[in-house]
């Protein structure tokens, strides 16, 4: 069965949040040890993070949740239509000139210079089609996926695919949806077995989470959104030796904004603000990321305490009772908490052929808003809801 038009599953002019999987091709562990060589290109999973910390800057979408594994991505996503739509023309254009310079000779030319940015917010029709394309899924997945490409290709001698092909959607239509889907991409490396917890799970949002609350800092690779100014650029081209700029280009590329951050910095927070109405952009003006909005009625406190005690529930079977506050946690957005461990570890039995995750009554909604009568999925999720 084909997978489902992009435009069926979310707008760009509308908020939804999407988890987004994208594979590598044949499933190859192109970012761990290759079974074949047993070269380890465990390191990539860094520039993918790395990656989409940039992105987070100068996109207007949130990143929620994610999990980099050696041959596959998870990342949750929210769209942010209403922050791009806050933001002037100019920024539009230097965020846009930061991911797309255009075609330049040489690599050390591709910084934006005041003039260029002039230029592009000049062009009225330009400047709105670049304003849908900042709040769209698609092209952020784009934009992540294709320079990973080139740059393995480089790295490895070879011309083709890294990634599989377009990634994989699911909509998420409810907050307890979201809180089990979040909560399985974390725990992703634990059920793979290749961590024990969430402590020791790196590249991870639940670990960047937990390694910032205990002061973690990090080099920022969120894009400079300074543009350069026209006449300085062409004095640095005109008297800086070649291999200087190169240098110079790469330096700024280990960080670009030369800022330490919180290693969370660049992700959504995870709770929403008590003190800010549900349709406040909460727009972020730091340049990490696209807004200040959380996403959980849950506090990190309760995030991690339910994540650390569902990490230990791996034997089927053998699963400990939740702990009454957990439970009532649960219970409030409707989840059935005696059946939690089995929502979050057999997520592939209820959720993985859906192209929509949530309770089943919210599932029905957004079937009838894709004029459908119900998602694939739908009637297995139910015995997890209340």
């Not at 393995?152 to 909509?171: I, L, P, S, V």
Request: hydrophobic share 40%; with cysteine; proline share 4%.
């Amino acid at each position: 069965m084909p997978r489902p038009k992009r435009d069926e599953q979310f707008e760009n002019g509308e908020i939804c949040i999407v988890h987004a999987v994208q594979r590598c091709v044949r499933r190859a562990f192109l970012a761990g040890v290759d079974a074949q060589t047993g070269k380890d290109y465990s390191f990539r999973k860094e520039w993918i993070r790395r990656r989409m910390e940039a992105l987070a800057s100068v996109f207007g979408i949130d990143v929620l949740s994610y999990a980099v594994m050696s041959n596959h991505l998870h990342v949750i996503l929210r769209n942010r239509p209403d922050v791009v739509a806050s933001w002037s023309n100019a920024e539009v254009a230097i965020r846009w000139l930061r991911v797309f310079p255009g075609r330049r000779m040489e690599e050390h030319l591709a910084e934006p210079t005041e003039h260029e940015v002039k230029v592009l917010a000049g062009n009225a029709e330009r400047i709105a089609e670049i304003r849908q394309r900042m709040s769209d899924i698609s092209w952020f997945m784009r934009s992540l996926a294709e320079p990973i490409s080139r740059l393995a290709n480089k790295q490895d001698e070879c011309t083709g695919r890294f990634w599989e092909g377009r990634f994989k959607a699911q909509r998420i239509v409810d907050e307890a949806g979201l809180l089990a889907c979040s909560m399985y991409v974390d725990l992703n490396p634990v059920r793979a077995a290749i961590a024990s917890d969430p402590e020791t799970s790196p590249h991870t949002s639940a670990f960047d989470r937990i390694q910032a609350s205990q002061g973690k800092r990090i080099d920022s690779a969120a894009f400079d959104l300074k543009p350069v100014p026209t006449e300085e650029a062409a004095r640095k081209i005109r008297e800086t030796p070649v291999e200087e700029l190169r240098e110079q280009q790469r330096a700024k590329k280990r960080n670009p904004t030369g800022k330490r951050i919180r290693r969370d910095a660049w992700l959504a927070p995870l709770t929403f603000s008590a003190d800010k109405l549900s349709s406040d952009a909460e727009v972020n003006r730091d340049g990490l990321r696209a807004s200040n909005k959380g996403f959980l009625h849950v506090s990190i406190r309760d995030y991690l305490r339910l994540l650390r005690w569902t990490a230990k529930q791996g034997v089927d079977g053998i699963a400990a009772k939740v702990p009454e506050s957990l439970a009532s946690t649960l219970s409030e957005i409707g989840i059935d908490a005696s059946m939690w461990r089995d929502l979050v570890w057999q997520w592939q039995k209820y959720f993985g052929k859906s192209i929509c995750v949530g309770s089943p009554e919210s599932m029905r909604r957004d079937a009838q808003r894709c004029g459908k009568h119900h998602h694939q999925g739908q009637a297995s999720a139910s015995a997890c809801f209340t």
